[in-house]
Structure formats: C-alpha cells, structure tokens
C-alpha cells in the first residue's frame, strides 16, 4: 500500500515495501499565474500613460506579456523586428520609433510602480530585451517613448 504524505512543497509517497519515493512539485510551480504591471509613457514630459495588468504563467518572457496585453487592449498593439538577439519594438501604441529625431521606446524593469513626479534613470532600463526580460512576481515594466538623450 502507498500511501500520499505532503510535506513542505514535496509530495512523498510512502510504501510499505520501506521504499521512499520523492516527487517534486514543479509542474505546479510552472503552472503558477502572475499578474504583471506593464506601463506606457509617451515623451518628456510625459504627456500619456496607461497602465495594464497582464496574467501570465511564472517565467514568461516580457515578449509574451506584450502579446496578451495587445490581445487585452488594442492600445498595446505593437510591431516589433526580429534579430539573432530577440525583438525589436518599433511601435507602440500607434508611436513609431524615428531614428531622424532619435526618438525610440525604452524598456525599464522597475522594483516598484512608475511615478512621473520621480521617473526611473538610465540605472533601471533593462539591461536586455523584451525577448530575455523573464518577468518576476512585484516587478513593474515601464516602456518610455522617448528621446535617446533623455535616457543619459
């Protein structure tokens, strides 16, 4: 006879044999849903904002988030580039990227709700792209249309 123990995040099946037998719980860890902020800024000073909440399984991507939000709201429609190192968002929201005004949409992976009366500097854009952003529970994801030398 088998009989089912839950102990702390592990299921153990005891036997009656003396045989232990662990299980670890993480297809149930995957299958987790996280709502994730994803914010729009258009300029500087920031003259539109609009923020939704997208739930999405543990792990995903920033990409996908984009593509659920746009699904969700077709504000969030966007158009993106693909390269050997992830996408390239070129429009948001009806905004185009302008290399002539290097005007562009900036990524910024924030620990906490974006505040216009205190924007986030060049220390919180993301370090990588939508396509290597893996989203986390509590963070906030801030996309800034916005002049390059603004994010000096």
């Not at 297809?27 to 729009?40: C, D, G, H, R």
């Not at 609009?50 to 399984?57: E, N, S, W, Y």
């Not at 984009?66 to 969700?72: C, F, G, N, V």
């Amino acid at each position: 006879m088998i009989s089912p123990l839950k102990i702390s995040g592990y299921l153990l099946f005891l036997s009656t044999v003396t045989c232990l037998v662990v299980v670890l719980k993480s297809e149930a860890k995957q299958s987790k849903t996280i709502n994730v902020p994803y914010t729009l800024w258009v300029y500087t000073p920031v003259n539109y904002s609009k923020t939704i909440k997208v739930a999405v399984p543990f792990n995903t991507t920033f990409y996908d988030v984009m593509l659920q939000a746009q699904l969700q709201d077709p504000v969030y429609n966007f158009t993106a580039t693909p390269y050997d190192w992830g996408m390239y968002i070129d429009q948001i929201a009806g905004y185009q990227q302008n290399n002539e005004k290097e005007i562009y949409w900036w990524i910024y992976d924030l620990d906490c709700k974006p505040d216009m009366k205190n924007p986030p500097d060049v220390n919180q854009l993301s370090p990588v792209g939508v396509s290597e952003i893996r989203v986390k529970k509590g963070r906030h994801y801030l996309f800034w249309y916005r002049h390059i030398e603004n994010t000096h």
